[in-house]
């Protein structure tokens, strides 16, 4: 298990923004793939950004354009910035990390992930 502290969640209006933080160890962040899922109720956990050590990201097709990867390389911290954010976002996002090739949300989906408490995110008028 990687160990990893989510933070960030809140409850905003539709149209809002928020920015979730994925604090790491320094070895985590520069060796494994590390990504964000999240659980919305009633649904099945859903892969929805991965960044790689080099740098790489990937986007489900479902957040692409309203939802940034992006490292903090001097604190290990992966941040998920959510723009524009609608109702059906509303759910508990997750960060994990594993070792995988390629570093991509499909093939972090295939791994079998140790799960922490999330950080919970609102959506609502």
């Known amino acids: 298990q990687v160990p990893l502290v989510e933070s960030g969640g809140g409850s905003v209006q539709p149209g809002g923004s928020l920015r979730l933080s994925c604090a790491a160890s320094a070895n985590t962040f520069r060796n494994y793939c590390m990504a964000w899922f999240r659980q919305i109720p009633g649904q099945e956990r859903e892969g929805v950004a991965s960044f790689s050590s080099s740098g790489s990201v990937d986007y489900s097709d479902s957040v692409k354009g309203r939802l940034t990867i992006s490292p903090d390389n001097d604190k290990n911290t992966l941040y998920l910035q959510m723009n524009n954010l609608k109702p059906e976002d509303t759910g508990t996002y997750y960060c994990?990390?594993?070792?995988?090739?390629?570093?991509?949300?499909?093939?972090?989906?295939?791994?079998?992930?140790?799960w922490g408490q999330g950080t919970q995110v609102t959506v609502s008028s």
């Open positions: 994990v990390a594993s070792l995988v090739s390629p570093c991509k949300v499909a093939t972090m989906k295939l791994v079998t992930h140790s």
